[in-house]
């Protein structure tokens, strides 16, 4: 049997937030935004262990609570310059902290993703878990796309038919993404390197409310999908 972990990369910077203090710390409904992501990993009984992945002068995470994810949270203080670099340091690290098989599940998701329900990881886990490959959770894109110049000037119009905006958790064997990893340098999520390999991920399809918290205005709209989850 294959065992499920999760790795959350949380070394960035969150600089188009224009905040000092990095995004994965800002707070959400009096809690920094990496609480949320973690919550949900970490109550999901497949799951077994949830790395978080800090910069290695990380000065925040100390000031904080965490002793109700005790059971599964491992902190790895070995982030790189890039979301990509953080993911691959961390996968090297967890294998130092517990027993884990080339097929096990790593599912990497977003400190950024606040608004991670338990319905869509467990869609992602029950559609991936047989799969050869491995996917991610995804939207469909519903807004027509345009192509500009760099002055803002539209050259063309894109055609939405079978494109879909991908977000996390992305779900992979281990081995296959560290493997996959090695080779990449600017990519933007994990699924690239996978396909770099040749490989098609699954996408399944997930809602707009797991959207990633990115400009200042998202804040206000991560907050009210919580607070409404909690009523
Ligand atoms: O900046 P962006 O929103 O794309 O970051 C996505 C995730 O990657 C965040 O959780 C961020 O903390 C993480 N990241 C990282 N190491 C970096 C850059 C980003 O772990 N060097």
Same mark, same amino acid.
């Given at each position: 049997?294959?065992?499920f972990?999760a790795?959350?990369?949380?070394?960035?910077?969150?600089?188009?937030?224009?905040?000092?203090?990095p995004?994965?710390?800002?707070?959400?409904?009096?809690?920094?935004?990496?609480?949320?992501?973690?919550?949900?990993?970490?109550?999901?009984?497949?799951?077994?262990?949830?790395?978080?992945?800090l910069?290695?002068?990380?000065?925040?995470?100390?000031?904080y609570?965490?002793?109700?994810?005790?059971?599964?949270?491992?902190?790895?203080?070995?982030?790189?310059?890039?979301?990509?670099?953080?993911?691959?340091?961390?996968?090297?690290?967890?294998?130092?902290?517990?027993?884990?098989?080339?097929?096990?599940?790593?599912?990497?998701?977003?400190?950024?993703?606040?608004?991670?329900?338990?319905?869509?990881?467990?869609k *992602?886990?029950? $559609? @991936? =878990? /047989?799969?050869?490959?491995?996917?991610?959770? !995804?939207?469909?894109?519903?807004?027509t796309?345009?192509?500009?110049?760099?002055e803002?000037?539209?050259?063309?119009?894109?055609?939405?038919?079978?494109?879909?905006?991908?977000?996390?958790?992305?779900?992979?064997?281990?081995?296959? *993404?560290?493997? $996959? @990893? =090695? /080779?990449?340098?600017?990519?933007?999520?994990? !699924?690239?390197?996978?396909?770099?390999?040749?490989?098609?991920?699954?996408?399944v399809?997930?809602?707009?409310?797991?959207?990633?918290?990115?400009?200042?205005?998202?804040?206000?709209?991560?907050?009210?999908?919580?607070?409404?989850?909690?009523?």
């Amino acid at each position: 049997m294959s065992k499920f972990f999760a790795l959350i990369p949380a070394a960035g910077s969150g600089s188009r937030m224009g905040d000092e203090l990095p995004k994965q710390y800002l707070p959400l409904d009096n809690k920094p935004m990496i609480y949320y992501a973690l919550k949900i990993l970490c109550k999901t009984p497949q799951i077994s262990r949830v790395f978080v992945v800090l910069a290695p002068y990380d000065n925040y995470w100390t000031q904080y609570d965490w002793s109700e994810f005790s059971e599964k949270l491992v902190v790895l203080n070995c982030g790189g310059a890039t979301r990509a670099e953080s993911v691959v340091n961390g996968l090297a690290a967890s294998q130092h902290e517990c027993t884990v098989d080339p097929n096990d599940w790593i599912l990497v998701h977003d400190a950024a993703r606040p608004c991670l329900s338990l319905s869509q990881l467990e869609k *992602l886990i029950n $559609a @991936l =878990e /047989n799969d050869e490959v491995g996917g991610l959770l !995804a939207i469909p894109v519903a807004d027509t796309l345009k192509r500009s110049d760099t002055e803002a000037r539209v050259q063309h119009t894109e055609s939405r038919e079978n494109l879909w905006q991908a977000q996390t958790p992305q779900m992979f064997r281990y081995d296959l *993404l560290a493997r $996959a @990893l =090695e /080779n990449t340098t600017k990519i933007t999520d994990d !699924a690239s390197a996978i396909e770099a390999l040749g490989y098609q991920p699954k996408l399944v399809h997930s809602d707009a409310t797991n959207f990633k918290v990115t400009y200042p205005e998202d804040l206000a709209l991560a907050e009210l999908i919580l607070k409404e989850r909690k009523l």
